[in-house]
């Protein structure tokens, strides 16, 4: 408990001499502009990631558009702010993009806080899709985001890795504050779950199919889930014989524990077959191509593997990895709960890192995932060293967050239990 009133006033001195500084910059007339532009950006970010949506939040409300609020739609011609996701690289001599508007509505996705999608418009010209988040903590987020990079950067200067052109994927994460943030859009990319699976998922559907099939135990109930994920899930068009993800998992609640790994086995070779192979048929019409990617998403998968353990990343269900559709990358996302934080789940997360059948079934743990792990080992191996300041260095960015995190990772847990 003492470290954790070390860490709020060592963070209360921080923030005044933040202030401080600002302060004493605003004196100058040269930069009073830039900080009264970066704050009025800022400021309208954090409305729009507290803006009331609860009226739009059920599972038909997802990919409503909504009007955005007149205050940021006014936003226009910022010259001393930049696109807050784009990307800058430190040795380019051109002048990142600024924001030039925003489009006039905004997008809700699925969620518990019902994040939202806005397009900023940059002086560019391109138009940068950004995810912004509200009630949530990004803070951590961010500091994984740079370790990631970190990682990248040390694989590109290994000669096994480069020739492996090994990496992992990342995004830009921009907290605004600790309770609010302002995320990259993954173009190109799908959740696995959404694949596997379908929509309706976990935080509304789930749930709602649960009721379903408790309230309704018949032929008519399934049939109209099967129609309702047929348009997405793969396990509906390619096995509709096999029973649905929720059925398995309901198995496996009813199941004393005695025999739920007896129960597991039944469901995985009567019940529940590997699918995820399919994306790639459907995806890469040539068998080149369909080679080429197949060998991608297997570096990727050990590389973002490889990473998880060394940082104790957890919480990798179906919907927080995303496939890339024209590279085959795997990108994380969600990245909350690290440095072992998983074990203090109510049910402990014990696994190093996913690697399911349905992962396996493409990538079939051939050469490429063995000699990509072991090439991707040596480096992160001088991680483990500093792996302890990361740690220490996310604890002390999110050190509210930190000290709430294990209530919530419990109920996150529940819901995906």
């Known amino acids: 408990m003492g470290s954790y009133w070390f860490s709020l006033s060592l963070s209360l001195a921080r923030s005044r001499g933040y202030i401080g500084i600002l302060q004493t910059l605003e004196q100058f007339e040269q930069v009073r502009s830039v900080i009264s532009e970066m704050r009025q950006v800022v400021r309208e970010y954090m409305l729009l990631a507290n803006f009331d949506v609860s009226q739009y939040k059920s599972a038909r409300a997802l990919g409503t558009k909504v009007a955005l609020p007149r205050s940021m739609a006014a936003l226009r011609d910022k010259k001393h702010v930049a696109v807050l996701t784009a990307a800058i690289s430190a040795d380019s001599t051109a002048p990142p993009p600024k924001i030039h508007s925003f489009e006039s509505e905004f997008t809700l996705v699925g969620g518990v ?52 052109r090994l990496n992992v994927r990342t995004y830009k994460v921009v907290p605004l504050s600790p309770r609010s943030g302002v995320l990259q859009w993954v173009q190109n990319t799908i959740p696995l779950g959404d694949y596997l699976i379908g929509q309706p998922t976990y935080e509304q559907g789930a749930s709602h199919c649960s009721c379903l099939l408790n309230v309704t135990r018949c032929v008519t109930a399934r049939s109209l889930l099967l129609d309702r994920m047929e348009s997405r899930s793969a396990h509906c068009r390619y096995r509709p014989q096999d029973k649905l993800s929720i059925e398995c998992r309901e198995l496996l609640d009813q199941a004393p524990s005695s025999s739920k790994l007896q129960v597991y086995k039944q469901i995985c070779s009567k019940h529940f077959k590997p ?16 080679f080429e990617k197949r060998i991608t998403y297997t570096k990727s998968a050990a590389s973002s593997s490889m990473v998880g353990y060394i940082v104790g990343l957890g919480d990798r269900h179906l919907q927080n990895i995303l496939i890339d559709r ?31 059948r349905g992962m396996q079934a493409i990538a079939r743990i051939h050469r490429h995932h063995h000699r990509s792990c072991d090439a991707h080992s040596l480096i992160t191996r001088s991680l483990q060293i500093s792996s302890t300041a990361w740690e220490s260095r996310a604890t002390r960015e999110c050190f509210v967050g930190a000290a709430k995190r294990p209530f919530g990772c419990c109920a996150r847990s529940k819901r995906r239990s």
Not at 137 to 164: C, G, I, P
Not at 330 to 342: C, K, R, T, W, Y
């Open 113 to 164: 806080n019902m994040p939202k999608i806005v397009v900023c418009i940059g002086s560019d010209g391109v138009r940068y899709k950004q995810l912004v988040k509200g009630r949530d903590d990004l803070r951590q987020d961010a500091v994984m985001q740079q370790m990631f990079s970190v990682v990248s950067m040390l694989l590109s200067q290994n000669e096994e890795s480069r020739k492996r």
């Open 275 to 290: 699918v995820f192979h399919h994306f790639f048929v459907e995806t890469y019409a040539t068998a080149a191509e369909w």
């Open 326 to 356: 024209q590279s085959a990358e795997l990108v994380h996302i969600d990245l909350g709960i690290a440095f072992e934080q998983g074990k203090m789940l109510k049910t402990p997360e014990i696994v190093p890192f996913r690697l399911t």
